[in-house]
């Protein structure tokens, strides 16, 4: 599959920093809102879902996802510039999915993946949710976990792996260049691997917005 990948987090709203320190924070949960960006400030995005205005709160800690920002961020590090805010990866108009937790009674944005076009159609209609736990097994296009769950219940979750679904992680940018820009995720993700998933529910089950690799397993690649 085609995986796009850009992982930066913003320092003073520039995109530099470790993407696994910054995907870890959602990792146990987090609410995820899906709509079209109205406004970018210097420390805020404001997004229309369904027929409601939500503004989120956006620091050194928050993960950006967008097609062509890593290269930015690289670039202005490069030629020793601060890096890119907000407005430089993210435009209004955009489809996004904000993945985000109340801090201090508001919300604040953990990470923000933009949505390919193709499926920006039902974004705002979508609801998605997050499970963390080890990966069990592997298919070209599905992904098995297994956790625990409250009380010690354990539970197992197979979800669909399609061309939009991003793959975030240490290591994964690398990897990536490492075949052109292109790499199938059973290239990127290992049974044994402690992965995060965003997911929604379709007809043909759950399927994966994005798969983040929170720690490598001790037998993976």
Do not use: C, W
């Not at 599959?1 to 910054?22: D, E, H, Q, R």
């Not at 989120?56 to 062509?68: C, M, P």
């Not at 956790?147 to 197979?158: D, H, I, K, L, R």
């Amino acid at each position: 599959m085609n995986s796009t990948f850009l992982a930066a987090t913003l320092t003073a709203l520039s995109l530099i920093g470790s993407p696994l320190a910054a995907s870890a924070q959602g990792a146990n949960g987090g609410r995820t809102a899906r709509g079209t960006v109205t406004e970018i400030g210097g420390a805020s995005i404001t997004v229309k879902v369904a027929d409601q205005l939500m503004t989120f709160a956006a620091d050194s800690k928050t993960l950006v996802e967008s097609r062509g920002a890593g290269t930015k961020a690289r670039k202005m590090v490069a030629d020793g510039k601060p890096g890119p805010k907000l407005s430089d990866v993210l435009m209004v108009g955009q489809t996004v999915a904000v993945t985000y937790h109340e801090t201090a009674g508001k919300p604040y944005a953990s990470n923000i993946r933009t949505i390919p076009a193709t499926s920006a159609s039902s974004a705002t209609t979508t609801s998605e949710a997050r499970s963390s736990g080890t990966v069990k097994a592997i298919g070209h296009d599905s992904l098995t976990i297994e956790g625990t769950a409250g009380g010690g219940a354990s539970f197992t979750q197979t979800f669909l792996v399609v061309a939009d679904t991003t793959i975030v992680g240490k290591g994964v940018g690398t990897a990536v260049a490492s075949k052109g820009g292109k790499a199938p995720f059973t290239d990127l993700i290992a049974a044994g691997d402690k992965v995060s998933v965003s997911y929604r529910k379709t007809g043909g089950g759950l399927q994966a917005s994005d798969v983040r690799l929170v720690l490598k397993g001790s037998g993976s690649h």
